[in-house]
């Protein structure tokens, strides 16, 4: 079977597209053609379902207003099943005499919008079409909304996959950060899980731990490269890629959940962090989380200059921020969730479990990786 209609821009003007109305009758096919033109509408007029056919491959039809029973052989049924098999999305109304509502109601089960029953008052004609045109128009508008929504999201994925390919790129630019951002993530993902968040939330902190250090596209590589402790004014700078990367985020409204890990991952519970000097509650869990990834990928990666710090040594650094940086019960409940985590030994190699709080005897706490002194690579 030949397609029976042209394909339709969903842009298209609807004022221009056409009603299409097929009988036998020459007289009903002028009476309600001449009463539809009067109403403004492009009236098309086919006596037969061949012509029906014809007009429907040319012109650009919204609405059929079609008999039930066109002559000899043809049926407005059938034209119905055409156009359901072909799921052409058109309105047809049908046109049938009071005796043979059965078939009507037949019509109704294979696809038509309504029916008229002959003889119809113009009014109810105008009223059935204005009625399928609001249908039409209403669908053309959710379906303009739904392609939209879908661009819409589609640029926001395209940009989120190229603010990630950024973070590759930090990673990347200094042999001292290589797959932070990837394992600060990953970290980030088990720490969320075992906080008991929901798998969208658990994306939410993977994803800030991926672009959390993503304002350090604006730190100078000279920064970022050096391999021992950064003077007073390096570390002014690097204190700006927080920010940095806040401004970074701020324009695209669908990150905008990301932009409290990524500006504030260096908060401290004491309020001496940087860039804000948040203290407590005013920091909200997500950037905690960020920040405990962070913190633990720094001290637990190896460096080209230093090797990652041992397990039981890492975790009583860490156990040294809780309280005066970090949260304390945050900071136990990181080290519950890394137990068995493979990802989270120092440079991934298998050592001693982590010590339960009660077992790890008192540690030399050392500067916080927020603080001046630390490295670029946190
Ligand atoms: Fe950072
Ligand atoms: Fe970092």
Redesign the pocket.
Known sequence: MSTLVTPRSDWQDLERSAILVVDDEAGIREVVSRCLELDGHRVLQAPDLPTARELLRQHDVLVVLCDLTIGPGQNGLDLLSELAEQRVDLDVLIMTANSDVPSAVEALKRGAYDYLCKPFPLEVLRAAVSRALERRRLRLKARMLEVLENRRLADEENLEQFLVSMANVIDAKSRFTAKHSLRVSELARLFGEALGYDPGRCELVALGGRL??I??LGTPDAILDKPGPLTREEFAIMQL??VIGDELLAPIKNLAALRPMVRW??ESLDGQGYPDRLAGHEIPEEAWVVKVA?YWEAITAMRPYRDPMPLEKAVSCLRGEAGTHIPRELVETFLTAIQHAPLALPSGRATTPVAPAAAAGPAPIPPSAGSAGATAA?
Do not use: I, L
């Open positions: 959390h250090d304002g350090k890629h927080p991952h260096h962070d946190s």
